[in-house]
């Protein structure tokens, strides 16, 4: 997608084979994704080879919008059923499926809603949400950061700031995705300063560190985040589908399910 | 499989990937599969490290045996019957299938049996192979030796010689499959001189060079064989699965499909 000028894709094969094969294994992959997307922009100068793809994913997910916020008004529980469809937003994904089409988000929506979360995880979330002064929700992919919207909607969004990438990487959201989505409307956006397509705390702005201390609860959306997240010592709630293999494992959740886990979470 | 020490894994993993970056993209892949697996041996002294499968898979096919050599017999069209097996045998490939059981080959058999080849291309072979006076059956997998047998009992062994790899590679059959599978009591069995998994002529040798050039038709099993030889001036007839999406659009059958084709041969 960066260029279609062969020799440059063999050149930037060439180069990010070398730079994997000295790689810091103990890094988490966020890092690894980072340096190869830094190879493809030095190579052939293109910033954002996911542009489009990011553009296309926000309007089919503004398309399908005005319906699911029926759904979840309807809904006999309208904080689950938001939660359901944030969760199931995450397989808009084309950095792991990149040949992703309508079909499979409407199918994936309606399994969504249809099958049930943990219901001890659903609670503690319920709780910890309820009792939070500052919640900080960190994104994941465009498209997807439209369904947030439906669930920052049922947690007072007054208490909400929402983190996006300081710079594209893969299809991750940034500000402008967050326009686009119209969530910068009703929840401030705040941008973790890094192209890393998680959130490596050292690396991010000292604004995006504040806010991460001032939260009493962060919501971190996907992959990304929970790989990088995933050993802080803070009250997290991680929110995705489990897409690979490793993370399925390490989490605990067959791949492909809905995954809701909250880590430093009183019980 | 080569070994259980994840120090020595890593090494490889980044000995591999250093390679690949040096790589010349314009070699067939069985070059790279070589140079991936001379790193292995290199690194952690395991020569054969797919010695167990090939065992495995020699013994499975080998107690399918009976029961095909029947089918093959009762036929209204051993030759036919014989071909279709000995291409379903190449589905025996742990370097692309890892986790084949036997019923995947008990369903590939019946699939192959069932599915009709392509009539010209048979009438073909079949013509080629009444006149000719030298045939050189280079084979592919261990396991999938055994149901080649089927195909050269029809084929007045005496003309054949069958060719295995010089040295383990993969799961590639080697002389002591032949020997394994019974094949060396009824055919001559030569071995190419090289441990590419494919026939790269130049890497030969002069034996089998020879056989090669007095040989006045070639059965080539296997993609393997397919992308080393492909590109020779030479009567071949090329039997495979097609098993990856490169191969099947250069040759113009669909993925997973049973592939008998002639090159070099009259219309």
């Known amino acids: 997608m960066a260029t279609e000028d062969s020799a440059l894709q063999e050149e930037i094969l060439r180069e990010a084979m070398a730079l994997t094969s000295r790689l810091d294994f103990s890094k988490p992959p966020p890092f690894i994704a980072r340096e190869i997307y830094t190879v493809v922009r030095n190579i ?6 996911f542009k489009k793809i990011k553009h296309r994913c926000n309007e089919l997910a503004l398309s399908l919008y005005p319906d699911l916020e029926k759904l979840v008004d309807k809904s006999p529980d309208p904080l689950l059923t938001s939660t359901k469809i944030a969760i199931a937003g995450n397989i808009i994904d084309f950095g792991v499926n990149s040949d992703l089409d309508n079909n499979d988000i409407h199918r ?16 503690r979330f319920r709780r910890s949400a309820s009792q939070a002064r500052k919640i900080l929700y960190i994104g994941d992919n465009a498209g997807e950061i439209v369904f947030d919207k439906l669930l920052i909607k049922q947690l007072l969004p007054q208490r909400i700031t929402y983190a996006v990438r300081g710079f594209p990487i893969i299809n991750d959201a940034t500000r402008e995705d967050a326009e686009k989505a119209g969530l910068s409307n009703f929840v401030k956006i705040i941008d973790s300063g890094s192209d890393i397509p998680g959130t490596v705390l050292d690396q991010c702005s000292r604004d995006f560190i504040d806010c991460y201390n001032e939260a009493d609860l962060v919501i971190a959306k996907g992959q990304g985040n929970y790989e990088t997240l995933n050993d802080e010592n803070k009250q997290i709630f991680f929110m995705m589908k489990a897409k690979c293999p490793v993370v399925s494992e390490d989490i605990g959740y067959p ?8 880590v430093g979470i009183d019980k």
């Open 44 to 49: 052939c100068g293109n910033s954002d080879p």
């Open 108 to 123: 994936s929506i309606e399994d969504a809603i249809k099958t049930s979360l943990p219901e001890s995880e659903m609670e």
């Open 255 to 262: 791949l492909g399910s809905a995954v809701i886990m909250g």
